[in-house]
């Protein structure tokens, strides 16, 4: 029996060849589902085998492209299921879908990403983005989210999600090996994109409140984007106690997170949070928001502390908390690997889930 043809959708960026631990994901999909990929390319558009990587270019100029490449790879390919990766892709696709079945994947808040990352110009269309996303949501033939905030914002629109499973991740740069012991000096870590949904600049001015009353502590960020001039002030005001690195590799990131004491995250919005997962994998706690899908994977207390993102007081405090406190600090990293586990999957787990949600839309 031929397996079902997948063709996936999404403005991720890859480069070919894949790299390690995306030619895993890719190759259980393969194992099990007819695959093709219509994505963005990091740097120029190439057709090889598997995947179609457009140029990437402005969002205006994005989905006109995304639309036609769309057509041409349902007339070639003849998908019986198309996975959108957004509710925009879901939205771009409705004229050219074909008798295929649409799979949505809702990873994350559709309004945030309109408001919060990105272009300003983004959140002048904020009123005609959010319509799109709530027809895509409502018109997809089914639903799947990756946590349970991203369910309530599907439940939200009137949907109710097939299935709740986080997107595969390759973990074995974080779980192949014990974690590390925790440092002797307290250290912080940030890993994330330089973008205001990230929160970089409540961030900034929590670290100039807490670095003070934690003497000898250090954070390290890793990261680029629009904010990088907040970081820049930030580390020439506190070149003793902050340190910026643009891009790490997994191996890389996994081998920071040994090096510090804990995970800051203040995210005003986050689906469900690779890096948390990662840290806890290393054995580190993180400091979290208490907003989007943050406390879906950290538990105040237990393997992390949660604390306001709208207020930077709130951020310093948590940060004196768990660098001043070696106890608690020890506690909440003992809890961060006792919960490690239960987000981590194989691709071929991953790949299963998959196959039996296109299967139940054939």
Do not use: C
Request: no cysteine; aromatic share 6%; net charge positive.
């Amino acid at each position: 029996m031929p397996k079902p043809r997948v063709l996936f959708v999404g403005r991720t960026r890859y480069r070919l060849p894949l790299e390690p631990p995306l030619a895993r994901k890719w190759d259980a999909l393969s194992d099990v589902l007819d695959v093709r990929v219509l994505a963005t390319a990091h740097g120029a558009a190439s057709d090889e085998g598997r995947f179609r990587l457009l140029r990437d270019r402005p969002l205006p100029l994005f989905y006109p492209a995304l639309v036609a490449a769309a057509a041409g790879e349902v007339r070639r390919f003849g998908p019986d299921v198309i996975v959108a990766q957004s509710p925009y892709e879901a939205a771009a696709l409705a004229p050219v879908g074909g008798r295929a079945k649409v799979l949505l994947e809702v990873h994350g808040d559709w309004d945030t990403a309109t408001d919060l990352y990105g272009s300003p110009v983004r959140r002048v269309l904020r009123p005609l983005t959010s319509r799109a996303a709530r027809f895509a949501v409502r018109r997809a033939d089914a639903v799947r989210t990756v946590s349970p905030f991203t369910s309530e914002l599907v439940r939200r629109a009137g949907v109710e999600p097939v299935a709740t499973f986080t997107t595969y991740y390759d973990a074995a740069a974080f779980a192949e090996r014990p974690p590390a012991p925790l440092p002797a000096e307290p250290s912080l870590l940030f890993v994330g994109v330089l973008e205001r949904y990230k929160n970089v600049a409540g961030l900034a001015a929590a670290w100039r409140l807490a670095a003070p009353r934690v003497p000898g502590a250090r954070l390290l960020l890793v990261g680029s984007g629009r904010e990088r001039s907040v970081v820049e002030r930030l580390v020439a005001a506190l070149p003793a106690q902050t340190a910026w690195t643009e891009r790490l590799e997994p191996d890389g990131v996994a081998a920071a997170l040994d090096a510090a004491s804990a995970l800051v995250l203040p995210s005003f919005s986050e689906g469900l949070p690779r890096v948390a997962m990662e840290a806890l994998a290393r054995g580190r706690p993180v400091i979290g928001a208490r907003a989007g899908g943050i406390p879906d994977i950290v538990t105040d207390g237990v393997n992390g502390v949660l604390v306001d993102p709208h207020d930077p007081a709130s951020i310093a405090a948590g940060i004196v908390r768990v660098l001043g406190d070696r106890a608690l600090l020890d506690r909440l990293a003992d809890g961060a690997r006792e919960t490690a586990g239960r987000w981590q999957q194989t691709p071929e787990e991953f790949a299963r889930r998959m196959r039996e949600l296109v299967d139940a839309l054939r």
